[in-house]
């Protein structure tokens, strides 16, 4: 059997709270550790040479209900991974950008995600793509705006054009922490993805498991609707 290609990974990073709650610790210590992950996981596909395109749920449009605290932490954490990892982007030749609605972040850290994308845009081992303030559903309505503003028909294709992700769509998701939902993430471009649920809390899901996962991913039949 041919393998199948893995030309788009998509990631919804889940359990970092409950990973430090569980060791006494504070929920931010957790989002620190799931830094880490974000490192490793990120490095192992920029290595893969089928691996184009790897889209991690960073911080979605419902997250704003969490205490203040946490989200101001967040995006604390958010500004200086964005700074820091720009010259490991560099040396690995990954290609930073971002999707997801970012007006109502600082001008402090949009000027951080801008300056990165601009930096890395002719990298092509990877493109690491942060959904931020991300949700599925308020990017198709963006983009029906999109092409209606722009005198298009909204069809498939139109709708795909004008979407914050003109990438491939997605092959394979991962949801990390336990839960079995896609919580309004890449809803469009997850049509006929093969879906993987893992138990790990984010900060302890390790390469080993991305690469089995990746193995599974491989035998299973894709159909595209087809028998
Ligand atoms: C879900 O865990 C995780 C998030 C809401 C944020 C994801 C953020 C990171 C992995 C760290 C920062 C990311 C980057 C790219 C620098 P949760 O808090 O919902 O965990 P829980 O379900 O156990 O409460």
Redesign the pocket.
Known sequence: MTPNPLRHLAII???????A?ERGLR?TK???A??E??RRVTEYCAEDPEIETLT?????TE?WK?PKM?VDY?MH??E???RLERERYMSRGIRFEVIGDLSPFSSRLRETLEETREATRHNRALTQI?ALNYGARDEIVRSVRRLLAAGEEPSEASISRHLDTPYADVDLLIRT?G?ERLSNFLLWQLSYTELFFSES??PDFSVDELRRIIEKFQSRRRKFGGI
């Open positions: 990073m889940d359990g970092n709270g409950r990973w709650e929920r957790g989002h620190e799931g830094v992950t974000v991690l749920y960073a911080f979605s997250n969490r946490e967040l954490l958010l200086k991974y964005v942060l922490g839960e809390y984010w």
